[in-house]
Each structure stands twice: as C-alpha cells, then as structure tokens.
C-alpha cells in the first residue's frame, strides 16, 4: 500500500520535516492518531530511522 494512502501528502511532509524517532514523536505528528500509529507506526519509523542510518 502507498504512503499516500495511509497518511495525507500534509502529514507526511511533516513526517520528513520532523523526521520523528519513536512513538511518541510520530504521534505529534498533524495526522498521526491512536489507530494510525497502532496500525502502521512501527513501519513508518522503520523507514524514517533506515533514512537516517543512511543521512549520518
């Protein structure tokens, strides 16, 4: 399923800006509620940690 699908093109442009590290941070996240975060919060943290692994 595409990101887009899951979270609005907003939220997830806030996603890279913030570039958030663990729950908690993902929820401040304009979007991001209880069941999202439940549903697909570990994978979206996944990849944002994989991006910044890779940034340095």
């Not at 570039?19 to 570990?42: C, F, M, S």
Request: aromatic share 10%; with cysteine; proline share 5%.
């Amino acid at each position: 399923m595409p990101p887009f699908v899951v979270f609005s093109d907003a939220t997830l442009a806030e996603m890279a800006r913030l570039l958030p590290r663990d729950a908690w941070e993902l929820i401040q996240v304009t979007g991001v509620g209880e069941h999202k975060l439940n549903k697909y919060g570990k994978e979206f943290l996944a990849v944002i940690d994989v991006y910044c692994q890779e940034r340095g």
